[in-house]
Every structure is written in structure tokens, then in C-alpha cells.
């Protein structure tokens, strides 16, 4: 039996000119009007993003391919990864996979909160692909010390930085993703406005509860520096444009709450994302930069983990087991 590692991802277009087809697939089909797809163009024309091919790869897949590299070298074996929403896709690396000779897959979602919205479709997308192949499917790694450890390295630089240059204490404004609000539900209205044949849900999705706990744990981990549970919140950023409400409270919000309460600026560190893309890059450091600057604060944004070697130590242990992750196991016929 020869074993391999996917990881997957979102994904990410490569061209302004691809954005339409991107957004399909990120919406299972489902046309979205033009000035949704012009304004997702100008986000990520902000970014860099272009009609035509740059010289590297967009930041997410750039990162992405880089962290599979980098875990490849650390484990000494293969290691593969496959997007949801664009190329490589993860049913064409499966292809590929089975091509050379691999039989059975462990899976790592790099995304490490469990969702529905997320894990629970790349587990979808992978199982129809793998067919005639064991996999073995992480569902969730949220509490994982090392992942802890590498968002605090990157968030007590920033902090140091801005309590000094703001002569206080600035709080930190931890943050993951937001999702439809039907997705965590159970019953009628976990499928209220969903694609057909979307099961009902019987049971909470584990997400939002996952999300802030990695929070809490990099709060724990810059204890050692002074930081305490007065020293920072949370909130869910860049809830969706449309298809119903979305989860909060909102990154704007909560901003808008802080200047109230007297603050005079605010670190962000989003742990929901292992690197930079335009949820980073267009949303935090222009959008909120924006918003927090015309309620009189000064926001500060953590480094994204990008190559972080403790992230990568962090991926080895998951993937090794030496750390014991929520795991489904199965044997596709």
C-alpha cells in the first residue's frame, strides 16, 4: 500500500478574467449578478491580481504550493495538494495521485476550524474523486498547540509594536471567517436557502465554537508575555455580499465597539487563515484599515503564517498522528 499526503484548499483565480467561473464554483453553480462578480474583481485587482498572468502565482496558491513543499521536505514523503474552487483541482490531483500508484490518501484541510461550509465540501469533492482509495480524512485540528504557537509568534511582534507606539495597552481582535448563518443550524433551517440536496442537519456545526477557541489557545500562548483574557476579542469577518445573513459580530462592528469603549487602536490576527489572500490582504489591511481610520483608530495586522516553520511542524504532527486530530477514516469501494 503506498500512502500519500492532499492538502487541500480554496482555491484561487489566476486572472481578473477568470473571476466569474471561480465565483461558480465557489457558489456550486449558482450565477451570481455582474456587480458581484466587477466587485470581487476590484478586490482582488487591488491585490495585485491581473488580466494577465503575473510572474508568481496569486498570494493563496503561491503560499499553499509553498506550505505542501515545505511539509513534503519535513516528512521526507510525498505530498500533493488540490483546490476546491480552481487549479489544480483536487479531483485532477487525485488523478494524478492514483496515477502514481498511490492506494490510500491522508487528507489535511487547511483550514483548521471544522465547518460544513468548508471541510465538510473538500471532504465531499475528495470522496467522490477517491474512488478505489482508502482515505483517511482530518476533520478538524483547531486546538493544536503548534498552530497556536505559530499565530502567537506572529502576534507578539505586532502587539509589542503597537502598545509602545500607542503609550497603552491595544487589544487584539482575533478573527475567522464568517458563514452563512443557516450552516450552523439544525433542522429546516440548516437547509433555509441552501443548494438542492442539502441534508438536513441534525446536529450544530462545530465552527464557530472551533474558531474561537483557537483564539482562546494563542491567548494562552502569549501569556508568558503579559497578555491577558482582557486583552483581546472576537469577531467573524467578511461575511458574504449575499445568500442570507451570515454569522458575527462583524469585524465593523466590533471596531466601531472598541472606539466607543476609548481605544485608540487594535491589532488584528485573523486565526482562521494559514496565509495571505484576499481576505487579508484586501479585507483587513485595505477595507478595515479604511473603516478603522474613519472611527479614529489605528490598526495594526499581524504577519499571515505563510512558511512559518512552527506551522509546518504543526502539519507534520497532525499528519504523522503524534498529534491526535479529529479524524474520519474510510475505505471507498
Given at each position: 500500500?503506498?500512502?500519500?499526503?492532499?492538502?487541500?484548499?480554496?482555491?484561487?483565480?489566476?486572472v481578473l478574467g477568470e473571476m466569474a467561473e471561480y465565483l461558480s464554483k465557489?457558489?456550486?453553480?449558482?450565477?451570481?449578478?455582474?456587480?458581484?462578480?466587477?466587485?470581487?474583481?476590484?478586490?482582488?485587482?487591488?491585490i495585485g491580481l491581473g488580466w494577465e498572468l503575473g510572474e508568481e502565482p496569486p498570494p493563496l496558491t503561491k503560499w499553499t504550493l509553498t506550505q505542501g513543499f515545505l511539509l513534503e521536505k519535513a516528512l521526507g514523503t510525498k505530498v500533493y495538494v488540490g483546490m476546491r474552487n480552481w487549479h489544480p483541482y483536487i479531483a485532477e490531483v487525485v488523478d494524478e495521485m492514483r496515477a502514481d500508484g498511490v492506494t490510500r490518501i491522508k487528507a489535511l484541510c487547511l483550514a483548521p476550524q471544522n465547518s460544513r461550509t468548508s471541510v465538510g465540501l473538500y471532504r465531499r469533492v475528495l470522496m467522490d474523486a477517491a474512488v478505489g482509495m482508502e482515505v483517511e480524512f482530518v476533520t478538524g485540528w483547531a486546538e493544536q498547540p503548534l498552530l497556536a504557537q505559530a499565530f502567537a509568534e506572529k502576534t507578539w511582534p505586532v502587539w509589542a509594536q503597537a502598545c509602545a507606539e500607542a503609550g497603552r495597552r491595544v487589544p487584539v481582535l482575533f478573527t475567522a471567517h464568517s458563514v452563512p448563518c443557516r450552516t450552523i443550524m439544525t433542522g429546516a433551517a440548516s437547509i433555509a436557502g441552501a443548494r438542492p440536496g442539502t441534508p438536513v442537519q441534525a446536529t450544530p456545526d462545530?465552527?464557530?465554537?472551533?474558531?474561537?477557541?483557537?483564539?482562546?489557545?494563542v491567548a494562552e500562548k502569549l501569556s508568558v508575555v503579559g497578555f491577558t483574557e482582557q486583552d483581546w476579542v472576537f469577531a467573524f469577518q467578511s461575511q458574504g455580499i449575499s445568500g442570507g445573513p451570515w454569522i458575527g459580530p462583524t469585524v465593523e462592528d466590533t471596531l466601531k465597539a472598541l472606539k466607543e469603549q476609548g481605544e485608540v487602536g487594535v491589532v488584528m490576527q485573523p486565526v482562521g487563515f494559514l496565509c495571505d489572500h484576499v481576505e487579508?490582504?484586501?479585507?483587513?489591511?485595505?477595507?478595515?484599515?479604511?473603516?478603522?481610520?474613519?472611527?479614529?483608530?489605528?490598526?495594526?495586522?499581524?504577519?499571515?503564517?505563510?512558511?512559518?516553520?512552527?506551522?509546518?511542524?504543526?502539519?507534520?504532527e497532525v499528519v504523522t498522528g503524534r498529534y491526535q486530530a479529529d479524524v474520519d477514516e474510510v475505505v471507498v469501494a
Open positions: 500500500m503506498k500512502e500519500a499526503v492532499l492538502l487541500l484548499a480554496h482555491g484561487t483565480p489566476d465557489v457558489t456550486g453553480g449558482r450565477a451570481l449578478p455582474q456587480e458581484v462578480v466587477e466587485e470581487l474583481q476590484h478586490r482582488y485587482g487591488e462545530p465552527y464557530p465554537v472551533e474558531a474561537k477557541r483557537t483564539a482562546q489557545l487579508i490582504l484586501y479585507d483587513i489591511d485595505i477595507a478595515f484599515r479604511k473603516t478603522a481610520e474613519d472611527l479614529g483608530l489605528k490598526l495594526w495586522r499581524a504577519e499571515s503564517l505563510n512558511d512559518s516553520a512552527t506551522l509546518v511542524e504543526a502539519l507534520v
